[in-house]
């Protein structure tokens, strides 16, 4: 007997299983378990996927569904690991709630990287797993070291064709290739989700307007509140400069509400009809229903799958901000914003938003993204040294310099850093006091 466990915590990954179940991505089952993770800050007032509008669409894939939450309460799943010693009791203790007796077990886990998929990983000793990836991360490098025991059993990373032709470098250090989810099925399961959600009567009949993606960036300490409150004004600011009139605001689900004051009060002023959804739905059912005119948003995967797989016009704000402010320089979301930039036009630039105007093409973002992924991750990719060296002597200039820090590309000697005998400056005490003198000195004299 063969059991297949599909670990999710959203809506939207649990519809790229879907759409890869239907594919014939994963082999015949006896038994196919949708293992739910609510990993929210506290599950315990946040509903979880399988109480979202539409699940009941994606449900007939699985014969059970069960919450890890319950399983392992009052433990929280993203905080939660066993200890090593105790591994085969819990591994016991799994087999026994979830009724999988001696079945060979196959997992299929979103970032297994972090807990719980890490946690699953380790527990379950001989099952081989399936990572899947419905965003823009799994282009970027393994977060951090995977304990070899669990990454040897990986034997692909299945994520959707955000970016064709662009190779995701996830899990690449144990030799992982990469598999596309069909875009077709894909769209086709959200096709499905969007005509049926009970949610659906309350969207808002709005025809072709401009649709503004906000992210929550504060609560992940990238911006704050009020730097992103400012990063929607401009998102409708420039929606309102191209002549759009209608605009309709999808704030991330754990957004405050005050996080629309200052959009309403900006709308007021630019005479925009502005209109800010209070359900919870998918930006894909949004693209179906709608049609936006233009999607705008910060570096949300969203804006790839609406040019990818829906062909919409798009436009990016604010990534020259966050390619500054996203720390540590090995942040996951470092390759999402650096995609992002690097992809679509900017909302101010008229031109090319309203001609769709590509950035690099895939080869030269390939590039890009191999030698930002290795300066995060040197460790962990060694073997793209000698590219990445290469790549960075041959692209000395404003353009490609800004995804990189100089201080990170000096300490791991690459191109572009300090010169190697003026390293010592930033770290002498005595030439620093010297520097704030001299600096005295010069404003005395001008005063």
Request: charged letters at 25%.
């Amino acid at each position: 007997m063969t059991t297949q466990i599909f670990q999710a915590s959203t809506l939207y990954g649990t519809a790229t299983l879907a759409a890869a179940l239907d594919s014939g991505c994963f082999g015949p089952a006896d038994r196919r378990i949708l293992l739910v993770c609510n990993n929210s800050t506290t599950p315990e007032t946040t509903p979880a996927l399988d109480q979202a509008p539409g699940f009941e669409k994606l449900r007939d894939r699985f014969d059970d569904v069960i919450s890890y939450n319950e399983t392992i309460f009052p433990f929280h799943p993203g905080g939660w690991a066993p200890r090593v010693d105790d591994m085969p009791l819990w591994e016991r203790f799994l087999r026994h709630e979830w009724r999988l007796g001696d079945d060979d077990v196959e997992l299929a886990v979103e970032s297994i990287q972090v807990n719980p998929s890490l946690a699953l990983g380790q527990i379950f000793t001989g099952a081989p797993v399936t990572v899947y990836a419905d965003g823009l991360m799994s282009y970027g490098p393994t977060r951090n070291k995977i304990d070899p025991l669990v990454g040897t059993r990986v034997d692909r990373v299945l994520h959707l064709d955000l970016v064709p032709g662009l190779k995701p470098l996830l899990l690449t250090e144990f030799g992982v290739e990469g598999e596309v989810v069909p875009t077709a099925a894909f769209t086709k399961v959200l096709a499905d989700l969007g005509p049926t959600d009970s949610g659906d009567a309350a969207l808002p009949d709005v025809e072709e307007p401009a649709l503004l993606l906000g992210q929550y960036l504060s609560a992940l300490e990238i911006l704050t509140p009020e730097q992103e409150d400012h990063l929607h004004v401009r998102m409708l600011r420039g929606a309102a400069a191209l002549g759009h009139t209608k605009v309709v605001f999808k704030p991330h689900p754990s957004a405050p509400a005050s996080f629309t004051r200052s959009l309403e009060r900006e709308a007021q002023k630019l005479k925009v009809e502005l209109t800010v959804l209070d359900t919870p739905v998918l930006a894909e059912v949004l693209y179906q229903r709608m049609r936006p005119a233009l999607v705008v948003g910060c570096f949300s995967t969203a804006l790839l799958t609406a040019r990818a797989l829906y062909g919409l016009p798009v436009a990016r704000i604010g990534t020259e901000v966050l390619l500054e402010q996203v720390t540590p320089y090995e942040n996951s979301n470092r390759i999402p914003v650096t995609i992002v930039d690097a992809l679509l036009p900017e909302l101010g630039d008229r031109a090319a938003v309203e001609e769709q105007r590509r950035g690099m093409d895939v080869e030269e973002l390939g590039a890009l993204v191999r030698a930002v992924g290795f300066a995060m991750q040197p460790k962990i990719l060694p073997r793209l040294r000698s590219e990445v060296e290469g790549w960075l002597a041959r692209h000395q200039n404003p353009r490609t310099l800004r995804y990189f820090k100089r201080r990170r590309l000096t300490s791991l000697a690459l191109p572009g850093g300090v010169p190697a005998q003026l390293a010592f400056i930033p770290r002498n005490a005595t030439v620093r006091r010297v520097a704030r003198k001299a600096r005295s000195l010069r404003r005395g004299a001008r005063d």
